[in-house]
């Protein structure tokens, strides 16, 4: 009876994920959440230089043009409006990319961690 009481604890220790072929362990709670905060501040980086590196090229631009042709400010407005256009386009094809990558593969460890850390503290 022993022994089928340690082999019952051993096996109820083991994580149900763990025990299945294939699938990693789950990490541990604490880091849980890292990789879609990752994602998330990635996310934020990348659309903050999409925005903010044609805003500074155009505008420079136009501001040396200005300058140099006697057009102030006309050349400097010119470049700030392309360069909205510019981030904008940017902008919505990495919103495209996003949504169809959540299209094609709906369980992604953004979203599938974003569920767990909401089931977890009830909110569902």
Do not use: C
């Amino acid at each position: 009876m022993r022994s089928e009481r340690k082999e019952e604890s051993g096996a109820e220790k083991q994580h149900p994920r763990a025990a299945s072929e294939g699938n990693p362990p789950e990490p541990p709670p604490l880091l849980r959440g890292i990789r879609s905060d990752f994602s998330a501040w990635q996310l934020a980086w990348e659309l903050g230089f999409t925005i903010a590196i044609p805003i500074v090229i155009f505008a420079l631009l136009g501001r040396w043009a200005d300058k140099a042709w006697g057009t102030s400010p006309w050349l400097l407005l010119g470049g700030i409006i392309l360069s909205i256009l510019i981030s904008s386009l940017l902008v919505y094809r990495k919103t495209v990319l996003i949504l169809k990558s959540q299209i094609t593969n709906p369980k992604s460890q953004t979203m599938s961690n974003h569920q767990n850390s909401n089931d977890q503290n009830g909110k569902v």
